[in-house]
């Protein structure tokens, strides 16, 4: 079974500018939750999609924005890129058969750098 | 509302030696727990879970982690290190109702010396 996926790893913007990644989940979850996680904040939630619908929502400004499609996969956008803005945003995905709450697939990271 | 606390934010052991990493949840009934292990630049890898039941539970890469009610404490343990587990460990507590989102401790970095 081919675990999460996320695109692209590695990215470098300008303040101002923005992004969007991509989450592709392990096939039949239907929960995708994104996070950031920079050294000095640690794992911070941003948001959590269950059947193309916003379910739950972290502490992040409207800069921050996602979404699901029906096929499950999930992107989130960025605006107005600040330097704070750097950091690895890690995809998971949850929901097959007998999850728990909490047991998450993570994908390797999309590595954001903002210069 | 959860919260978990990880007291250590760095550990350090040398290799072949024992290891202990501790975790303080706070949640009102009995919670899901978990441990994520993430290797420099990589994604959170899910080491263990415990949910009910036996309260040692066995999880991969020979890790181990105990369940204690009474001191609401999720330890977990290996006792013999490998340099290969040198890492950022993540324990975590899920609600069975209500939110969805697990809550995350800040994470101990475990660096292991030859």
């Known amino acids: 079974k081919a675990g999460v996926t996320q695109t692209p790893r590695y990215l470098i913007k300008t303040r101002g500018q923005q992004v969007t990644l991509s989450c592709s989940p392990i096939?039949?979850?239907?929960?995708v939750s994104w996070y950031q996680q920079t050294p000095g904040q640690g794992l911070q939630f941003l948001f959590e999609?269950?059947?193309?619908?916003?379910?739950n929502k972290g502490n992040f400004p409207g800069r921050f924005s996602g979404r699901q499609f029906s096929n499950s996969r999930s992107e989130m956008n960025v605006s107005t890129l600040e330097l704070g803005d750097s950091a690895l945003y890690l995809c998971?995905?949850?929901?097959?058969?007998?999850?728990?709450?909490?047991?998450?697939?993570f994908g390797e990271g999309s590595r954001l750098t903002v210069l | 509302a959860q919260s978990v606390t990880q007291p250590d934010i760095h550990i350090t052991v040398s290799e072949g030696a024992s290891l202990e990493l501790r975790c303080n949840y706070s949640?009102?009934?009995?919670?899901?727990l978990f441990w994520y292990v993430q290797s420099p630049g990589q994604g959170l890898q899910l080491l263990l879970k415990?949910?009910?039941?036996?309260?040692l539970v066995q999880g991969i890469k020979g890790f181990e982690a105990e369940f204690k009610r009474s001191q609401s404490s999720f330890n977990l343990r290996k006792p013999s290190v490998h340099w290969s587990d040198a890492a950022e460990y993540f324990c975590?507590?899920?609600?069975?109702?209500?939110?969805?989102?697990?809550?995350f401790g800040r994470g101990t970095s475990l660096i292991v010396h030859p």
């Open positions: 975590a507590v899920g609600a069975s109702g209500g939110s969805y989102i697990p809550t």
């Open positions: 096939s039949g979850h239907r929960s």
């Open positions: 415990y949910f009910s039941g036996d309260t």
């Open positions: 949640y009102g009934a009995t919670p899901y």
């Open positions: 999609y269950f059947s193309e619908t916003q379910r």
């Open positions: 998971a995905s949850s929901g097959g058969q007998g999850a728990l709450v909490g047991e998450l697939f």
